[in-house]
């Protein structure tokens, strides 16, 4: 995801909650990653934080130093990722059934179980209202701040047809009208 004001600044994720800030013209790498331990062989009931492999990066339309990114939580750092907040709970379901180890000779062992497990997949905040932020997981929820993440309004329930454990792979918050 590139930096819309500097767009030399790009903000990379891959599997393990792995987070990288390049900065192309100097050519300086930094991992960003918001959980600095890894997750690699544990089922997602046992991950703290359980990053898809492809989870969301988002930027905030009103202060591009305010990254957002998504576990089953959503993490902010507005300091190009030297720090991180929470600034919701667990937005997924958390179902039992999807947090279980996926089995096999081996089991989980390289990093993208969680994918399957209960997470946030889609982040959005609205072009229009500082703060007004939307979330999608894979487990078929999508959710609503309208004060930065202090409280979140699940609305799963607005959206008709939506079948259960469904993924809301992305949310497009309206360009005319806030909320």
Do not use: M
């Not at 990114?69 to 507005?78: A, K, M, N, W």
């Not at 030297?82 to 000779?105: F, K, M, Q, Y």
């Amino acid at each position: 995801v590139p930096d819309p004001v500097g767009p030399n600044i790009i903000w990379s994720g891959g599997c393990d909650g792995t987070l990288d800030r390049f900065d192309l013209e100097t050519g300086h790498a930094q991992s960003v990653k918001p959980w600095p331990e890894t997750f690699i062989g544990y089922s997602g009931g046992e991950a703290k934080y359980r990053f898809n492999w492809t989870f969301p990066i988002a930027i905030s339309p009103h202060d591009h130093n305010r990254v957002y990114v998504g576990s089953q939580h959503i993490h902010q750092t507005t300091d190009g990722g030297r720090s991180w907040t929470l600034i919701s709970p667990d937005l997924s379901t958390a179902d039992a059934v999807l947090l279980e180890n996926s089995g096999g000779l081996k089991g989980d062992a390289i990093g993208a179980e969680p994918e399957h497990a209960s997470a946030v997949f889609a982040i959005a905040e609205s072009p229009l209202k500082d703060g007004l932020i939307w979330a999608g997981t894979n487990d078929g929820q999508v959710q609503v701040t309208r004060d930065s993440g202090a409280t979140w309004t699940n609305v799963t329930g607005n959206i008709p047809d939506l079948p259960p454990w469904g993924t809301v792979s992305n949310v497009e918050p309206s360009q005319h009208y806030a909320g």
